[in-house]
């Protein structure tokens, strides 16, 4: 019997791949032998992470993709199926922070489009093509899928004055349940991770202010910040068939942070 945790007939893509969490939860599927397709704007971005993943044994490539754009997502999804024949897991994790975070009064249309379409239409556009292709399988006889999203704790908090970031969050946890009542008579599990404070780009001008940090340090149980490696065991159990039951589910990573 192969080891719940071997991944080694599978593929995955992540969309965000090339740095931050997608590359933490990359760095672990690569380790269990599980093929990549980093997704990303940056090409520069895109080819250092490949480079990464490849040092540690895997079969990984990269698409410049942007997730806002159908086009774009449709393209890097028939490029990956052209370079590894299937695609069985798709972890929707690009994202943008809350642009212009303040009063919601104050708020612009565009800043509003711009959150939605990178943290939420980018989830449904990826979901989209992967469901499609893993339903095919499945009515093929081969019923395997794995749908991940990375959300965040600001979906379930008060995100004040970043109301636009917690609002696409939201709604991508509920198109999380909807699609895993709807896809699971094709084997497919869709679930969500709600990262708490992680040390990534997104925040680093954040993580450089004191205020911001002896206001929010004490306000997490294991009294520091996450790590894009903290996603790596997250990923490998969504990845893997260890999860073959569970579906629908919001998965928070954040040291204890939303229930303190
Ligand atoms: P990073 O800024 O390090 O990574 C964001 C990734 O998304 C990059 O790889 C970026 O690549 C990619 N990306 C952004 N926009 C697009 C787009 N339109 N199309 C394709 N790729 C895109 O941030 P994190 O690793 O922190 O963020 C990963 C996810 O985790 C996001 O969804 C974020 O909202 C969520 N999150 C993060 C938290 C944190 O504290 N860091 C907390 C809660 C949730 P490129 O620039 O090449 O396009």
Sequence with gaps: MAHLFDLSNRVAVVTGGNGGIGLGMAEALAGAG????????NAAKNAAAVDRLTRLGARAEAQVCDVTSGDSVEAAFAATLA???RVDGLFANAGVTGANPG????????????VMAANLDGVVKTFQVAARHMIERARAGDPFGRLI???SVASIEGAAYNEHYGAAKGAVNSLVRALAVELARHGITVNT???GWIETD???SALQNEKFLSNVTPRIPMRRF???ADFGGIALYLMSTASAYHTGQALVIDGGYSIY
């Design 34 to 41: 599980c093929a990549l397709s980093v997704w990303g704007r």
């Design 83 to 85: 370079r590894f024949g």
């Design 103 to 114: 009063p919601f009064i104050d708020r612009k249309a565009d800043d509003w489009k711009g």
């Design 149 to 151: 999203a990375t959300s």
């Design 193 to 195: 991770i709600l990262p």
């Design 202 to 204: 997104m925040t680093a």
């Design 226 to 228: 996450g790590q894009p």
